[in-house]
């Protein structure tokens, strides 16, 4: 018998603990939290189960999924989107290349009728399926763009737009315009330690930037949701939390630069708390190695 969504959410919070995770990115962004569907107006709303936080629109008129997750929880997550039906999706979204965000595309991708990502992605996911021999595995974008995009779904317009790097050299944010509901993708870990993936070509200093013009464009009204969240804290939020991820992200540039001029080694710095922001928790290596890296590049 099919699930509605809400018997999914009912009986997702058992399943979800039975997802192993697959990829370290996953490990990094923090633990496994319960499946569910969190409707937020108009028909969109977030899923969270295994990785990155899904967006979603369901109505008369559209399915729309942003970002995939794992398989496990993206047939999940389809499943439950569905309702009992057999529609397919019309539109996939990858806000970055992540396998946290991307692996589920294997299940998505097939079902959807438009694939879409920024013009960095299919390169950077195809550059790292080769170093974990997942190439075999991988759905691509078949849509690409390089500034903005966006597609009219019945009464809902989705929006891509592309302020350079920051996460990673590829990040989209994800407006779904008569909702008002912006999806950040790992542009916001709302207060735990991001992931700062260097190699990608992510940016600390242009990703405060993109915070500071993201919060701009848009009102106290619009709703924002999340890649990731520490514990206890929510995937689905205000523009002000904009401002508090920009300001740990200055607080930990500043620090890290502070240290390496008193000749602190990245080693030395593992663990510190960033100034101000004691409940993000101690630094670890993976977040202090690219900030060093970017200060030592603009010297």
Sequence with gaps: MSLTRRQFVARSALAAAALPFASPLAAAAGPRVRAEFMPIRRGVGAFTGQGGTIGYLTSDAALVAVDAQFP???????????????????LLVNTHHHGDHTAGNAVLAPAADVHV????????????????NG?????????????????????????????GPGHTCGDSVVHFERADVVHMGDLVFNHRQPYIDGPAGASVENWMTILQTVHGRFSDDTVFVFGHAGDG???????????????????????????????????QMEGFEVPGHAEWGPTPMRVIEPVVAEIERSR
């Design 135 to 163: 190439l075999d595995a991988q759905r691509y974008a078949s849509e690409t763009y390089q500034r903005t995009w966006s597609q009219d779904l019945g009464d809902e317009v989705v929006a891509l737009h592309y302020f």
């Design 117 to 132: 990502a920024h013009e960095a992605v299919p390169g950077l996911q195809r550059a790292a399926a080769v170093q974990s």
């Design 233 to 267: 804290w929510p995937v689905v939020g205000t523009r002000a939390d904009l401002i508090t991820m920009k300001d740990f992200l200055d607080a930990l540039y500043g620090a890290t630069r502070a240290r390496l001029a008193d000749g602190q080694s990245a080693a």
């Design 72 to 90: 496990e929880s993206a047939q999940a997550f389809l499943d439950g989107l569905r309702d009992g039906s057999t529609r397919g999706l019309d």
